[in-house]
T-cell receptor, first 113, second 109 residues
């Protein structure tokens, strides 16, 4: 079975902390994505990566950065967490061809206090 | 970017066929239409995808009219376990998977 694993199911952090969210996929997928999901807003794309060390901004990159040092791992970094970054974060991956489907992890519910 | 519009919520009863329609008036020639399902506390899961006419798989059918400005996801004989949020989205290029707010389907006994 294909698998996208997010390191934490729940996280509680304080304002100003540096936060790392980790995502690992075991399918040798070229493309990886980070979304956040908020009630009434659906899923919004933060960043994506189409290759190792390559990254592109999505629709809401402000306050976030990413790292992809290895093909299977894509990290989302909150340099200085703020309360408005409290959200569900979802990682996804897919093969490189255009119409391949996305595989999602189970999500990390982050609370910033 | 093309945008999709779908109903916020729907209710249905077990055993009924459910049709969820999505509007995408500004769909581009190369865009594909795809649907995902999301249960609480899980990430979305792919259901079905199409370009034109009709596509059917083991869980759903997707109807796309000739002008492609809308599409309809059809779930035959739903059960309680089909209660979920259903997202319609357009694939506009390799990386642009734009999710809207989805349709919250509630299946009643």
């Amino acid at each position: 079975d294909v698998k996208v694993t997010q390191s934490s199911r729940y996280l509680v952090k304080r304002t100003g902390e540096k936060v790392f969210l980790e995502c690992v996929q075991d399918m040798d997928h070229e493309n990886m994505f980070w979304y956040r999901q908020d009630p009434g807003l659906g899923l919004r794309l933060i960043y994506f990566s189409y290759d190792v060390k390559m990254k592109e901004k999505g629709d809401i990159p402000e306050g976030y950065s990413v790292s992809r040092e290895k093909k299977e791992r894509f990290s989302l970094i909150l340099e200085s967490a703020s309360t408005n970054q409290t959200s569900m974060y979802l990682c996804a991956s897919k093969m490189g061809t255009r119409t391949e489907k996305l595989f999602f992890g189970s999500g990390t519910q982050l609370s910033v206090l | 970017l093309a945008k999709t519009t779908q109903p916020i919520s729907m209710d249905s009863y077990e055993g009924q066929e459910v049709n969820i329609t999505c509007s995408h008036n500004n769909i581009a020639t190369n865009d594909y239409i795809t649907w995902y399902q999301q249960f609480p506390s899980q990430g979305p899961r792919f259901i079905i995808q199409g370009y034109k006419t009709k596509v059917t798989n083991e869980v759903a059918s997707l109807f796309i009219p000739a002008d492609r400005k809308s599409s309809t996801l059809s779930l035959p004989r739903v059960s309680l376990s089909d209660t979920a949020v259903y997202y319609c989205l357009l694939i506009s290029g390799t990386y642009k998977y734009i999710f809207g707010t989805g349709t919250r389907l509630k299946v009643l006994a």
